[in-house]
């Protein structure tokens, strides 16, 4: 219940500051205010020059370095030596291939003379068998049961499993018989003599000078270029030089682009900002503000014994608003004042004050609430 009363005695005094402030914003002028006419300025914007800078030409100069080219410049050709081939033939000797020879006899060897050697008596061999005595010792026998026999050297000894061997008792014997060469006789017939060509230079074919060479007659053609020269057969002597200097490259600057730039004497005007014409505009200083409404006459009262009548005057006619002709010139002139717009000022004020008095109506209604809460809490605890 506290706050909705506290809540409406705000509202109840924001609506009348805003109902005043709602009247001085319409511009409703008093009864009787004449009408105000609009009121222009002229504005003149000078012309403004155009920006402009100086920007000079410079150029880049570099020295190039030169290489000297030569070749070989042909004036009178030169001319091989012309041959002719002269074949020259074989030539030969006749020489006595075979030999004449009578009729005569060989003797050809079959078998050459050569010993035979006959055997006489075979190699005589024994078989073996090993034995091994019980302190290590070995022998081999060729009894296989020697070990068995009933004898004093038998004692003690055991065969082995070693294979026999064959142990030669005696060598072979045996008889040589030479045997004589073996001839036939072979018979050779009488034999003509053979002859035949021997070569004694081979054929050969000799290139004989018809005329002899001309030799090339010329000179070399120097250059002096960075690179190779046009057309073929140039080639680097070595040498080299400093060449004519050049330009490069050029731009246009204020000041000199760096080390090698060089001014060539030609400058220009750069412009920076278009130059601007003088221009005339027309600005509002205050809106036209409506005459006031015509002022309500008061009437009078009765009188009870009315006095004799008197001829009756025309009432003062309610004054007209003036003519925007009749504005005075001084109110036309003054175009750095805006006009009054009829709004009287009582109201915003009335407005404040009484929501100032509706705040502080609000607070000590709350202030006296919680009071007498804390009060019935008391009572209430006692």
């Known amino acids: 219940m506290i706050k909705r009363t506290s809540a409406a005695v705000a509202v109840t005094a924001l609506g009348v500051v805003v109902g005043a402030g709602s009247a001085f914003a319409a511009g409703s002028a008093p009864c009787g205010t004449p009408a105000v006419d609009a009121v222009h300025r002229t504005v003149v914007t000078p012309a403004a020059p155009a920006v402009t800078h100086d920007e000079y030409q410079w150029a880049l100069w570099e020295t190039p370095t030169e290489h000297r080219w030569r070749r070989w410049v ?41 010993t035979e050697e006959v055997l006489v008596r075979d ?18 026998r060729d009894d296989p049961n020697w070990n068995a026999n009933d004898n004093e050297q038998s004692n003690g000894w055991t065969r082995t499993p070693t294979p026999p061997r064959e142990t030669l008792v005696s060598d072979a014997v045996y008889d040589h018989v030479e045997h004589e060469a073996v001839y036939d006789t072979i018979h050779h017939p009488a034999v003509e003599e053979v002859t035949g060509q021997r070569e004694l230079t081979p ?22 270029r960075e690179t190779e020269p ?99 010139a001084a109110t036309q002139a003054a175009v750095e004042r805006l006009p009054h717009t009829g709004s009287d000022l009582t109201l915003l004020w009335l407005g404040a004050g009484t ?9 000590a209604y709350r202030k006296a609430a919680r009071e007498a809460a804390y009060r019935k809490a008391c009572r209430d605890y006692s």
């Not at 030539?91 to 050459?112: F, G, H, K, N, S």
């Not at 929501?355 to 607070?363: N, Q, R, T, Y």
């Open 230 to 328: 046009a057309g073929q057969g140039w080639e680097r002597t070595g040498e080299s030089r400093d060449g004519e200097p050049e330009v490069v490259d050029q731009r246009w600057a204020v000041q000199s682009p760096g080390q090698g730039w060089l001014a060539t004497g030609l400058e220009r005007e750069v412009v920076d900002t278009e130059a601007k014409p003088a221009t005339t505009t027309t600005e509002l200083v205050s809106p036209a503000v409506p005459a006031g409404p015509p002022c309500p006459v008061t009437p009078t009262k009765p009188v009870t014994n009315p006095a004799p009548a008197k001829p009756s005057q025309p009432a003062a006619p309610v004054a007209a608003p003036q003519a925007a002709s009749a504005v005075p």
């Open 74 to 114: 042909v004036d009178v050709a030169g001319q091989d030596a012309v041959h002719e081939t002269v074949h020259h033939p074989a030539t030969y000797e006749t020489v006595v291939i075979t030999p004449a020879r009578e009729a005569w006899d060989e003797q050809v060897l079959v078998r050459a003379a050569w």
């Open 203 to 224: 054929a050969w074919d000799e290139q004989v000078e018809v005329s002899p060479a001309v030799a090339e007659e010329g000179h070399w053609d120097h250059r002096w």
């Open 355 to 363: 929501l100032l008095v509706g705040i502080g109506a609000s607070a």
């Open 123 to 140: 190699a005589v061999y024994v078989t073996e068998y090993e034995f091994v005595h019980r302190n290590g010792d070995t022998r081999w």
